[in-house]
Nanobody, 124 residues
């Protein structure tokens, strides 16, 4: 069974950091580009970052560039999203998606498999 599981969310103060993990089971993550998306209440799901099958290719949304870093550990079948200098506007449920075609797009339509999400709340 193909499954993605996100973890690492929580409550953090503005300026703090979190590291999210996206772990795959039932398939080999290195065969997919992986994207991180987020969805706040009442808003559409938006792309945050993605990483291609080759670790050299990464894409970031303008709103997180310089604060977030995406990486992958194929040996652990896991992709990470390191989030630093968090802002209240980063509060959302964060999802990871897997894209077999390696489109490297921050568009949810490009991703075939999704996890259930992990919630991030940035608040004082």
């Amino acid at each position: 069974q193909v499954q993605l599981v996100e973890s690492g969310g929580g409550l953090v103060q503005p300026g703090g950091s979190l590291r999210l993990s996206c772990t795959a089971s039932g398939f080999t993550l290195e065969n997919y580009a992986i994207g991180w998306f987020r969805q706040a209440p009442g808003k559409e799901r938006e792309g945050v970052s993605c990483i291609g099958k080759s670790n050299d290719n990464t894409v970031y949304a303008f709103s997180v560039k310089g604060r977030f870093t995406i990486s992958r550990d194929n040996a652990k079948n896991t992709v990470y999203l390191q989030m630093n200098n968090l802002e209240p506007e980063d509060s959302a449920v964060y999802y990871c998606g897997a894209d077999y075609n390696n489109y490297l797009l921050l568009s949810a339509a490009a991703y075939e498999h999704w996890g259930q999400g992990t919630e991030v709340t940035v608040s004082a």
